[in-house]
């Protein structure tokens, strides 16, 4: 049986594909990080667990199936709707780390964010797209954020690999890969908050550098223990 889904009374939706990963290893010497790992090898920084690929994996229409391809071959992408489990806002790339400087320097932290195509994706909680925009429409600061992409029902997004081929090739990577099966997610009065905060920090002439020493330079800098 797949370690996707073991069996067990801690199972939950085994029928769906959506149950936590066991504790063992299987015949190719995968540890409990899961399917999607290459054997004998731990995820790297920026990587998926377990516990986070099967978040992910839980959006999709067929979970089982999207677990089985990322087993079989996990430097493979995927697309997933947005709307259900989580949205998706997108925001030009330098802003986007300013607003992740916020979020983790003065505020509760975020969820699992990417990169794809010079944008940062942060993941948000389910309703974030229709009332973000919405927000910023009557906030005095809003027509200094960059336009946002703010994906909910109805859009997909396209996520990084679970397990890339190389971690320093840019492109589509994780900055703060998904580590849980109920990761927490910002609402869309956390992101506003974020994005007028990045806003003035930007227009400030004191304004801090980022975090992010180069624009390549990978999440693990954020303290993720600090995450609701």
């Given at each position: 049986m797949s370690i996707w889904a073991p069996a067990g009374s801690g199972t939950r939706g085994a029928g769906d594909g959506r149950?936590?990963?066991?504790?063992?290893?299987?015949?190719?010497?995968?540890?409990?990080?899961g399917p999607g790992r290459r054997p004998g090898r731990e995820p790297r920084a920026g990587e998926p667990t377990g516990p986070g690929i099967q978040?992910?994996?839980?959006?999709?229409?067929?979970?089982?199936a999207l677990?089985?391809?990322?087993?079989?071959?996990?430097?493979?992408?995927?697309?997933?709707?947005?709307?259900?489990?989580f949205d998706v806002v997108s925001v030009v790339s330098?802003?986007?780390?300013q607003m992740l400087d916020q979020l983790w320097a003065e505020g509760p932290g975020s969820g699992p964010v990417a990169c794809h195509r010079g944008r940062?994706?942060?993941f948000a909680a389910p309703g974030t797209a229709a009332r973000l925009p919405a927000l910023l429409g009557w906030e005095e600061w809003g027509q200094s954020v960059p336009?946002?992409?703010?994906?909910?029902?109805?859009?997909?997004?396209?996520v990084p690999p679970v397990s890339p081929a190389d971690a320093g090739t840019p492109g589509s990577r994780w900055l703060l890969a998904p580590d849980a099966r109920h990761p927490w997610l910002p609402g869309p009065e956390v992101l506003l908050w974020a994005c007028v905060r990045a806003a003035r920090a930007a227009?400030?002439?004191?304004?801090?550098?980022?975090?992010?020493?180069?624009?390549?330079?990978?999440?693990?800098?954020?303290?993720?223990?600090?995450?609701?």
């Open positions: 149950g936590t990963s066991g504790g063992g290893r299987d015949a190719g010497g995968r540890g409990p990080g978040w992910l994996a839980s959006a999709g229409t067929y979970p089982r677990l089985a391809l990322w087993e079989a071959d996990p430097e493979a992408p995927a697309a997933l709707p947005c709307g259900s489990v330098v802003f986007g780390r940062t994706l942060v336009p946002l992409l703010c994906h909910g029902p109805g859009d997909a997004i396209t227009a400030s002439p004191e304004a801090r550098g980022s975090i992010f020493l180069h624009a390549d330079q990978g999440a693990n800098v954020y303290d993720v223990s600090r995450r609701r």
